[in-house]
């Protein structure tokens, strides 16, 4: 017995084999308009003449089969597409629905599949739709921005577009945005108003520096408000320790007694600094033409003397910066460096807190005169012709020429060797040998071996260093100058007349000088400091050397050891000053003195200036500051800023709030 349904089935399949025999000759017969075309025409062809219209899936599926038909599809082609750069998750979301018409049946009537991918990090998100109108859609894709939290853009076919914001996110955006401004101009209006220059209490500052010239050592211990180490004239004298004996150069037999000489005046500095600042003080030691002229001597000796120096000054617990000897042009530029600074004539620092350039720039020239050297430095009013005694440094932004040069050997104790020997030679045989420059009455008795100890005289051939020679004086002026012009060549000059003395260039003297050390012992000693005219100068020394030793050790103390010399130390300074320098017609730029605001005048400063950096080569930064409280204030207002600042970059970036974001319509 066969089934009503078994029946149905075969009705069933033979009107499906029938409709597949009658679309089989609509497609296949070139007369007929649904053949071999396109799926629309072909289903209208079928509709007229079986008077059923076929569904889109039926139609489909035999077209499917059929190779004259799916032989002629449009090949897909391969077509450009952007390069998509997804930097963090959520960055873009690809969608698409997927047609799943054919199953929907099976599917509960749902018809189509939202599909949505995270390009980042590929997680996939799936929604089945009923069908596929835009309230649907959007149903859909609400719920897995739910789920997966809001992209920045969606991309589907119908093209690439931003997710709006949600009210919630942009309420706290704006709101943090209002905060955050508020906050920058509190700490501008902060910043801006109450800010005054400061002048902070700051702790003392020590800098020490060995002058081991060639007659005498001494120690120059400097002191600075650390706060104001850059500007001029700040730095002041705070001891000065004259070391026993003579200077470290007469050690030579015995170098290691040039170390121990020291040790009184380094306890003197260990009791000057307070002690937790004596490892930050700086102490430096420099030689001058003493230790010049036994280098050109004996090398050894001079090396063992300076190691010796060193050793002892290590064993005190400073910042010890090393030993040297200075060259003579050095010697003269600090000099120069010294006096400039204390005068500031570099900088000055006003009371309103700004820096500025003295008006006419007045700068000091320096004339020192030691035991051993003689050294003059200036700022010639002309280039410097002769590149060895140019100096060009740039102190506070501002570049100087300065001309420098220092005479070795023609210090005034080797001056006053040179003229012995020149006196003693002049003299041939007559003994005692006539002295100009000493005073009726004076004798002085020393042996050859000590006259010709030194590498400014020549010695004779042959001598007996023990044999003595005595010199008389004879209280003599003009003599004495004359012998005294007999010691320097004041007329050979290559470059004349732009001359110093022994052929030496020296560019016109320009400008006032400071004249120092032997140049003021001298002039002060006479009367004649700081300053005093040409003719009372001349008379007065004329004066001077005519009186007999008597009544000079009657009116001055017999200990004084510098009086014997005074009057030939005096013609010498008149020499080297009028027919070296050529000082004739500016004479009453020279102002002879020892100090100069409550300092000596000495290289030592400037070489310590330089070497601590206290001179900088650009002009000083003015600080600005402000009160405590106020800066705590500021501080903290920009950090606040700066955090705000953050969180609208994460709001932006990171927050996604489920449930708050919104799409109004999405085309897929
Ligand atoms: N109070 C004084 N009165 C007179 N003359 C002095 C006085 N003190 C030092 N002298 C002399 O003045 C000269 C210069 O002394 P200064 O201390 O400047 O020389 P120095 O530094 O030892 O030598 P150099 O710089 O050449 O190495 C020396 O001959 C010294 O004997
Ligand atoms: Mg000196």
Known sequence: MISLFEIIMLLYIREARR??????NIYYTPSNPGSYGGKERFQRAIAEETVSRLGDVQVNEWLAEQDAYTLHKPVRKQFSRNIVFSTHPRSQFQADLCDMQALADENDGNRYMLTVIDVFSKIAFV????????????????????????PKK???????FGIKISMVKQVALAAVVVVMGCVGIIALILTLVQHHLVDLPHRMQYGMVFDAGSTHTSLYMYRWPGNKENNTGVVSQMLVCDVDG???????QDPPAAGLSLRKCLESALAAVPANQRRETPVYLGATAGMRLLQLQNPTQSDQVLEQVTKVIQGYPFDFRGARILSGMEEGAYGWITINYLQESFIKHTFEGEWVSPKGRKIWGALDMGGSSTQIAFTPGQPVQDPA????????????EVYTHSYLCYGKEQAMRQLLVHLLKMSRSTRPVKHPCYHLGYNLTLTLGDLYDSPCVARPVTFDPASEVTFTGTSEPLRCLNQIKNIMNLTACS????????????????????????????????GLAPQSSLSQATTTIDTFCKRTWDSLKTEYSEKDKYLRDYCASANY???????????NQTWGNIYFQRQVADTDISWTLGYMLNLTN???SERPLVMTGVQHGQWAAEVFFIAFAVFLSLMVLAILLLWNPRGNTTIDAITL
């Open 19 to 24: 409709m597949a025999e009658k679309m089989k």
């Open 127 to 150: 929604r089945v739709l009923k069908n596929k109108s835009g309230a649907e859609v959007t149903r859909a894709f609400d719920s897995i921005l739910k789920e997966g939290g809001a």
């Open 154 to 160: 969606v991309q589907t076919d119908g093209g690439v």
């Open 246 to 252: 003579d200077g470290i150069s007469s050690y030579a």
């Open 389 to 400: 005694s140019a100096l060009g440094p740039k102190l506070y932004g501002y570049q100087y």
């Open 495 to 526: 470059l004349a007349p732009a001359c110093g003395f022994n052929g030496v260039y020296q560019p016109p003297v320009s400008g006032n000088f400071f004249a120092f050390s032997t140049y003021y012992y001298t002039f002060d000693f006479l």
């Open 573 to 583: 300074i008149m020499t080297v000053l009028l027919d070296g320098y050529k000082f």
């Open 614 to 616: 206290l001179i900088p």
